[in-house]
């Protein structure tokens, strides 16, 4: 259908709201399936037993030794980033860390001083040769957050939460020959270690599962090698040590399993907020010295009330409500956001596109609302059809070929917007 050509002044994009829902994934870098992989090795296994498997991680989307080093050197990490410990105890920030040339002296304890570490943590980042000097010296790095600014971690982490609708992180350990960073400790969450280079120790004890069901239950030894996983459950004591063979690099993947403890206690803490507030629960209590008495003759009714109501809960309707709580937000992956922008002045009616996430397409009030990840674009109703043709193909298109609808000027228009949006890529 062609009318008239639409102009740029037609469209107006705007950001959902950040509790908004997020439309589908970006596009995953090359190797991220290895998180699909990774919950399927461990199957029955999740918040109950360790298990360490051989050869089953593709490498090709972790981080390598030459990778840590432009990381470092690049200068973009900050004192939360990058810790740096040895023998069991975090080094003070300021043994690695710079934000230029200081002067050489001043009183201890002056306002100079609190300046220095304020700069240290907002401005300050790692000085490669002082970070390499203490792991020449047998210290152990930990970059903490990595999936937030390592593209193809992210990407990674949010395969993994598609599979498992659990949010999860990624930390990377980087050890000396012979160390050890930690002594025995239990983590407060679920790990899949991924060894990446060299070797590693692993003394596990039993799970908190083990202790409870399995009286048997031994403490394993294993070797983490280049391309091993290996799950441990929260709550786990582990020992872990690098080999005389040489550095040792591990990324690990934290979430947490959920728990029907705490399950239920988050269902039915929801319920009793819901019947507190209909019990008009939310005044002031009396001075607390002496009004015990007042308290449980207050409280006393109310808890038999919501035992009685208990037996009427909508209990699948609490269940749903905690499922979608639990529910991860979508990540936002930029790569080639940049890239896509620049180009879009030079798209023809011929340059290959595809769409970079799932659309929705709505018409009301004579608008167009096209939202797409956190974006929305509004545009004139002669748009719908055309915007819906492209909401519906999976592959490769051009311009002029998903759909006939629009003029052909206008179709260039609306493409090159949806490219510099995010919402198309080149293909």
């Known amino acids: ?87 069991g105890r975090n080094l003070p920030p300021s043994t690695y860390m710079s934000i230029g040339e200081q002067p050489r002296s001043r009183s201890v304890g002056s306002t100079a001083d609190v300046r220095r570490v304020m700069a240290l943590a907002t401005e300050g980042s790692p000085d490669p040769v002082k970070v390499a000097q203490h792991l020449a010296n047998g210290a152990s790095l930990t970059l903490n957050q990595v999936d937030q600014y390592i593209p193809a971690l992210r990407a990674m982490c949010q395969q993994f939460e598609e599979e498992t609708h659990i949010r999860a992180g990624v930390i990377l350990f980087v050890t000396p020959p012979s ?63 690098t080999t005389e063979d040489g550095l040792s690099i591990h ?32 005044g002031p209590v009396p001075l607390l010295r ?29 269940v749903e409500q905690h499922l979608e709580s639990l529910v991860p937000r979508q990540r936002t992956l930029a790569t080639g956001r940049i890239e896509a922008i620049a180009a879009s002045d030079e798209v023809t009616a011929d340059t290959p596109l595809r769409r970079r996430v799932p659309f929705s397409v709505s018409a009301a009030e004579g608008q167009v609302h096209t939202v797409f990840g956190r974006r929305s674009l509004r545009s004139p109703e002669q748009t719908e059809k055309y915007l819906a043709a492209i ?37």
């Open 391 to 427: 909401a519906d193909h999976d592959g490769t298109f051009t311009c002029d070929t998903v759909s006939g609808e629009l003029d052909p000027a206008s179709r260039l228009l609306l493409c090159r917007r949806l490219l510099r949006e995010g919402a198309l890529a080149l293909a």
């Open 179 to 241: 160390a050890q960073a930690f002594s025995l400790h239990a983590d407060p969450h679920d790990i899949i270690v991924m060894q990446t280079h060299g070797t590693k120790q692993w003394e596990i004890h039993p799970t908190v599962w083990e202790r409870e069901n399995d009286p048997d239950a031994q403490v394993r030894h294993l070797v983490m090698k280049p391309g091993d996983m290996l799950y441990v459950p929260e709550g786990t004591p582990h020992l872990v040590r």
């Open 251 to 282: 990324q690990t993947i934290q979430f947490n399993v959920p728990r029907y403890d705490k399950l239920f206690a988050k269902i039915l803490q929801r319920a009793f907020d819901q019947y507190c507030q209909d019990a008009g629960l939310s």
């Open 290 to 318: 002496g009004s015990r008495d007042a308290l449980t003759e207050r409280l006393s009714p109310v808890l038999e009330g919501f035992a009685a109501a208990l037996k009427d809960m909508d209990l699948d309707g609490l």
């Open 1 to 87: 259908m062609v009318g008239q050509p639409l102009a740029e002044t037609d469209f107006e994009t705007t950001d959902a709201p950040s509790d908004a829902p997020i439309l589908g994934a970006t596009h995953f870098v090359p190797g991220t399936d290895v998180a699909a992989k990774l919950v399927r090795t461990i199957g029955g296994n999740w918040g109950k037993r360790p298990l360490h498997a051989e050869g089953v991680v593709d490498t090709s989307a972790l981080l390598t030794a030459e990778d840590i080093d432009r990381l470092i050197d690049s200068r973009t990490l900050r004192v939360s980033q990058l810790w740096v410990c040895n023998e």
